[in-house]
């Protein structure tokens, strides 16, 4: 059946593809950029080999992941490995972009390449984050909401208090599940084309 379970190994490949089909404003980065695979190795990968043990997947039936949530339980932490243990590796196919970047691509490696950027001081009291996507025939059934709830109960359980994400503030329909889902604008000053939100990891089960 349908359901929420812990990431597998053989879910990498489908982790990176819903990563690049959802990854432009919550659709598909493909005809936007000329290596989408830039998206996974900046907001996917790292998660899944970092902090397995806070990623999941939805299992569509038959084995195949069709959506995902990841989670870093301490962003300092994990921008500590990000740097230390995935870039090396991210880097050889991604090496690191001019400066300035100039093209889409290019700005996209700068984040790759720079980790350093989730390190912000307004989400301090938030110190969790999470990514979440699910293909575009699996959303509005909530199986979001499944996923999130099992997230927040695994951090929750590691007694990390509140969880924050950054999501393009184009992207309306995201905005929307996030508040129904009871999270909340952090004021950031100067975000850029992002909005900082954040919620506790209390009560879960509520979702």
């Known amino acids: 059946m349908t359901g929420v379970r812990r990431y597998r190994p053989g879910d990498r490949a489908a ?54 949530i990841l989670g870093a339980a301490d962003t300092p932490r994990f921008v500590t490995a990000f740097r230390t243990k995935w870039l090396p590796v991210a880097a050889r196919r991604h090496p690191e972009p001019p400066d300035p970047p100039t093209t889409p691509d290019e700005r996209m490696l700068g984040l790759l390449h720079h980790p350093e950027r989730m390190l912000v001081p307004e989400v301090a009291a938030y110190p969790a984050h999470l990514h979440v996507d699910l293909l575009p025939a699996w959303q509005g059934r909530g199986h979001g909401r499944a996923l999130m709830r099992t997230l927040l109960q695994a951090l929750h359980d590691k007694e990390v208090p509140a969880v924050h994400l950054s999501m393009v503030t184009a992207n309306t329909p995201a905005r929307a599940f996030y508040d129904r889902l009871g999270f909340h604008a952090i004021d950031v000053p100067d975000p850029g084309p992002v909005t900082y939100l954040g919620r506790t990891t209390g009560e879960p089960d509520r979702l």
């Open 15 to 68: 982790v990176e593809d819903i990563c690049v089909r959802t990854a432009h404003e919550g659709g598909d980065s493909r005809p936007h950029y000329r290596d989408p695979g830039i998206f996974p190795a900046a907001f996917a990968l790292p998660y899944v080999v970092l902090e397995p043990d806070l990623a999941f997947v939805l299992d569509d039936g038959a084995g195949r992941a069709v959506g995902y």
